[in-house]
Structure formats: structure tokens, C-alpha cells
């Protein structure tokens, strides 16, 4: 069930589902999303996959948070539409695609956008570790980046954010470079982004196994 609904940015909203019934729901990986049935505003029956960006360690909720498009395919805006605290939906326990490591080793975090959501959850578990780690957040403007203030609260100077609205640039070429070699990197966001990492990591020889990435249209 859905029990509650925030507005992050001027287009993301964040939803909390909770088990009807107050149980522990499902654990959950970092990288994990649900799949969610969503009827678009014509009346077609679809679904879409959101990551999970709430806290690994939470068992009381999922929390996912949804950028809407307005010239998408639909689906953002049905689901900002329809959601609202107390709607109940069906769904499979979550799955994953994009895990985290469950070493030691360091990690750079590299998030484009809405590309945070999974990358949050995976720094929240990478700090419960106490594992080596750099997030590197990138944004049209620093209100439309969802949880920064969180995660400046959180992770200090271990985060890094780059606002295009104010002519910052994330380097991708000098952030790779600096890393230690055997550190992992993971990276979820536009495909500018994806393809800039690919690029840069293969300029650098930085083995295919090092690198974990998820594409966000």
C-alpha cells in the first residue's frame, strides 16, 4: 500500500509502500527496483520497472522516486496521477540487475539525474560498511536533484555534485583516473553519461569486470 507520497523536486515525486498489514516486507538489495502496474491516462494497462532508493537496512518500506516526463511514453504520468496514499497495488518481490559488491573494495557512485535512486541505496549500504567510497551527482540544477540534501547530510565531502545550470561539468576522464585499481565503479543515468563512462574507461584499460552501469532513458 502506498502510505506516503513527497514531492522531492519541482518533477520528482517519492512513494512509500508499506505492507497492508505493517509486516517486514521482502529484504532488499542495493541496485534492486520494483515492477509496477500502472493504467495510463487512456486507459491501457501497462507496467514499469522503478529502482528501490530507500535504505537496504529499512524492512518498514520501499521507497522509489518517479521524474516525470512529460513527453514520455505515459507512464510517469499516469503513475504521478493515480498513486496516492492509500492505493494498493500487487507486486513481485523486487529484483535486481545492477548489484553491488559484497567486499571490501572501494567504489566510485556516478548518478546522472533520476539515476540517483539506485546509486543512494547502494552509498547508504556502501557507509553501513564503512567501505571506501565517492559519489559523484550530476544535475540540471540543484533543485532538481532529488535527495541532496540527504545526502549531503549523510556523506559529507564524499559527495560530489555538479549542477550544468551553474557550468559545472562532472570529469569523467579525471575522476576515473584518480581511483584506486581495483576499485568498482557504477554508474546510472542518461545514456550521455553511460557512453562517456564506457569511453573513458576503455581509454584508461579498466577491466571490463570493474564496471556496472544501468541506462536510464
Excluded at 502506498?2 to 517519492?14: D, E, I, N
Excluded at 545492477?98 to 535512486?117: E, K, M, N, P, Y
Excluded at 551553474?166 to 545514456?191: H, M, N, Q, W
Aim: aromatic share 6%.
Amino acid at each position: 500500500v502506498v502510505s506516503g507520497v513527497r514531492q522531492l523536486t519541482p518533477r520528482v515525486r517519492a512513494f512509500e509502500f508499506r505492507d497492508p498489514h505493517n509486516k517486514d516486507l521482502p529484504t532488499v538489495e542495493p541496485g534492486s527496483h520494483l515492477r509496477l502496474p500502472i493504467q495510463l491516462l487512456g486507459g491501457e494497462l501497462t507496467e514499469r520497472h522503478y529502482s528501490i532508493a530507500s535504505n537496504p537496512a529499512r524492512r518498514d518500506i520501499y521507497e522509489i522516486a518517479v521524474l516525470r516526463e512529460d513527453h514520455g511514453s505515459g507512464g510517469s504520468r499516469a503513475l504521478h496521477a493515480t498513486y496516492q496514499i492509500g492505493t494498493r497495488v500487487r507486486i513481485e518481490p523486487p529484483a535486481n540487475h545492477f548489484g553491488l559488491h559484497d567486499d571490501q573494495r572501494s567504489a566510485v557512485l556516478i548518478a546522472g539525474g533520476i539515476g540517483i535512486t539506485p546509486i543512494k541505496a547502494m552509498a547508504q549500504e556502501l557507509d553501513k560498511r564503512r567501505a571506501q567510497f565517492d559519489l559523484h551527482y550530476a544535475g540540471k540544477s540543484r533543485n532538481d536533484m532529488a535527495f541532496r540534501d540527504r545526502l549531503e547530510r549523510q556523506f559529507g565531502d564524499r559527495l560530489h555534485t555538479y549542477s550544468s545550470a551553474e557550468g559545472e561539468r562532472f570529469d569523467v576522464t579525471a575522476t576515473l583516473k584518480a581511483i584506486p585499481d581495483d576499485a568498482l565503479i557504477y554508474a546510472c543515468g542518461p545514456s550521455r553519461l553511460i557512453n562517456a563512462v564506457k569511453k573513458t574507461a576503455r581509454e584508461l584499460d579498466i577491466t571490463h569486470d570493474r564496471i556496472r552501469l544501468e541506462l536510464f532513458s
